[in-house]
């Protein structure tokens, strides 16, 4: 069997995942802030049982492709340009309570530590 012979008997594998079909709906909820574990209960509603791994992955290698409904112009947030400036009062801070005593034994010896 030749090269083209094969190739007219199969059909290359597709590299399309089962929930491309689902892009829209899982962005969706995923926007409206729904954990995998809850995408994937509702892709099992609907016939398709994933992990909440699989559909994390699947997110993640789309991030880039995201539908232009997602797209939209969103306000963010400026980002302060200096550290805030932090004010101290007068008085210094007391030192916390400890729970455990430490006690310092100042009549050892130095020679006897060697």
């Avoid at 590299?15 to 809850?38: C, M, T, W």
Wanted: one cysteine or more.
């Amino acid at each position: 069997m030749d090269i083209e012979e094969f190739e007219n008997q199969n059909q290359p594998r597709s590299k399309r995942s089962r929930l491309d079909p689902y892009q829209v709906e899982i962005f969706r909820l995923k926007e409206k802030g729904y954990a995998n574990h809850q995408v994937c209960k509702w892709l099992s509603s609907n016939g398709l049982t994933v992990t909440p791994e699989a559909v994390r992955k699947f997110i993640k290698s789309r991030s880039e492709r995201v539908p232009s409904w997602r797209k939209t112009n969103k306000p963010t947030a400026e980002k302060p340009s200096a550290a805030p400036t932090v004010v101290s009062s007068k008085e210094p801070s007391k030192p916390l309570p400890s729970t455990k005593k430490f006690v310092h034994n100042t009549n050892r010896n130095l020679e006897e530590l060697v």
